[in-house]
């Protein structure tokens, strides 16, 4: 079985860029969730699909962050324009039911603003 | 406070040797509990969901006290493969929500 999948695993961008991360998940899973890491922080959550409807965005920062899951299938994660702050590693994950935390992460995509 | 707090660590100790970790979580209305594990420069993994009436698995031994608000890690017989961070792990709020919320990790490093 192939693990979620994320592209690029590595971006650096120039501050006030555009860059787009996408996620694969698991075949199946209808839950896809993105978190990241700033460094010297914990992880935290940024939103929840389920299939192509947000379930919860409480955690995206701010509307410089535009996440879509079209077909309900791959995601995307746009940062459109990017500032320093957003530099870290990007995490994508998926489970196949609600409430199920056995999520599966990706191996992230790191992110660099300069 | 933070949501989740970790023992800060690193914890540098030989192999075969036993390790605890402490984790303090805030929001008493946190459902469930989890350790992960993240190699470095890797993503996390589920080590194992931590319940109230207290889990192994193999070497590790996880337990929740709800009323003191921790959860615990612990390591028997120490390898080197165990020699990464350690992530305490919180589903914080109700039915409704399936965010996890993460502590900042307590690094391990088995020392041969």
């Known amino acids: 079985e192939a693990g979620v999948t994320q592209f690029p695993s590595h971006s650096v961008i120039e501050k006030g860029q555009t860059v787009t991360l996408r996620c694969d998940p698991i075949s199946g899973h209808d839950n896809l969730y993105w978190y990241r890491r700033v460094m010297g922080k914990e992880i935290k959550f940024l939103l929840h699909f389920v299939k192509e409807s947000k379930q919860d965005e409480s955690g995206m920062p701010n509307n410089r962050f535009l996440a879509e899951r079209t077909g309900g299938t791959y995601s995307t994660l746009k940062v459109q324009p990017a500032e320093l702050e957003d530099s870290g590693v990007y995490f994508c994950?998926?489970?196949?039911?609600?409430?199920?935390?056995?999520?599966?992460f990706g191996s992230g995509t790191r992110l660099t603003v300069v | 406070r933070k949501e989740v707090e970790q023992d800060p660590g690193p914890f540098n100790v030989p192999e075969g040797a036993t390790v605890a970790f402490n984790c303090t979580y805030s929001n008493s209305a946190s459902q469930s509990f989890f350790w992960y594990r993240q190699d470095c420069r890797k993503e996390p993994k589920l080590l194992m969901s931590v319940y109230s009436s207290g889990n192994e698995d193999g070497r590790f031994t996880a337990q929740l006290n709800r009323a003191s608000q921790y959860i615990s890690l612990l390591i028997r017989d120490s390898k080197l493969s165990d020699s990464a961070t350690y992530l305490c792990?919180?589903?914080?709020?109700?039915?409704?929500?399936?965010?996890?919320?993460f502590g900042k990790g307590t690094k391990l490093s088995v020392i041969p």
């Open positions: 994950a998926s489970s196949p039911r609600q409430g199920n935390y056995g999520y599966t």
């Open positions: 792990v919180v589903n914080p709020a109700g039915a409704g929500s399936y965010q996890l919320t």
